[in-house]
């Protein structure tokens, strides 16, 4: 768990400085070109909205997590807690969020590799994290092999740097990058981000 709350101090700060400031290409797009599809396409705003209900809670309990880390909290019970918090809210946030993107559709059939790599990685994501809840559940703060305990739970699948890869995915589509910017969900979440990290 070491590595993950590092991973995690990396993720806050890129999150909280401009997940929703938008960096992709800004300003006046190209008109899109009309094609022909059989299914409909989600609307990209309320896909990017969806994505960030999913992700917000994950990224709030990561900057609580940190602030317990990082403000030098050696307390095993507080770790847990925050640890427990991160787990639980980031577990069942992303879970429900994939079966709703997955319920959605692809914003665009340009977007389908990326909708169906998003659907699966918080579909994987939400799971490792309830599991990782439980086994944290089952931990004794008053261990003295609390600490060795802690570290063996999550792995390299618990790394949620692999958060921001998503995130920075969306930020490099033109038309997800402007939808990122207008839904009400992505907006809440940079002002919580930015309140938190202040």
């Known amino acids: 768990m070491k590595k993950t709350i590092a991973a995690a101090g990396v993720l806050a700060a890129a999150l909280v400085t401009g997940a929703c400031s938008g960096s992709g290409s800004g300003g006046t797009s190209a008109a899109p070109t009309t094609t022909t599809t059989t299914a409909a396409a989600a609307d ?29 909290q050696s307390d095993p019970a507080a770790q847990k807690a925050a640890l427990l918090a991160y787990a639980e809210k980031g577990g069942s946030a992303l879970t429900d969020a994939a079966k709703e993107l997955e319920g959605l559709g692809a914003p665009s059939e340009k977007a389908k590799a990326l909708h169906d790599e998003v659907v699966k990685f918080f579909t994987d994501s939400g799971a490792q994290l309830e599991k990782a809840a439980k086994e944290l559940e089952k931990l004794d703060p008053n261990d003295p092999d609390f600490a060795t305990k802690l570290e063996q739970i999550g792995g390299e699948d618990a790394d949620p740097s692999k958060l921001q890869a998503q995130v ?12 990122f910017q207008k839904a009400p969900e992505c907006v809440e979440m940079g002002e919580k981000l930015k309140s938190l990290g202040g």
Do not use: R, Y
């Not at 990209?44 to 030098?72: D, H, N, Q, R, Y």
């Not at 920075?168 to 939808?179: G, H, V, Y």
């Open 44 to 72: 990209p705003v309320k896909w990017t909205g969806t994505f960030c209900k999913g992700i917000s809670p994950t990224a709030e309990a990561i900057v609580e997590l940190l602030k317990t880390v990082l403000s030098g």
């Open 168 to 179: 920075d995915k969306l930020k490099n589509d033109p038309e997800l990058s402007q939808a």
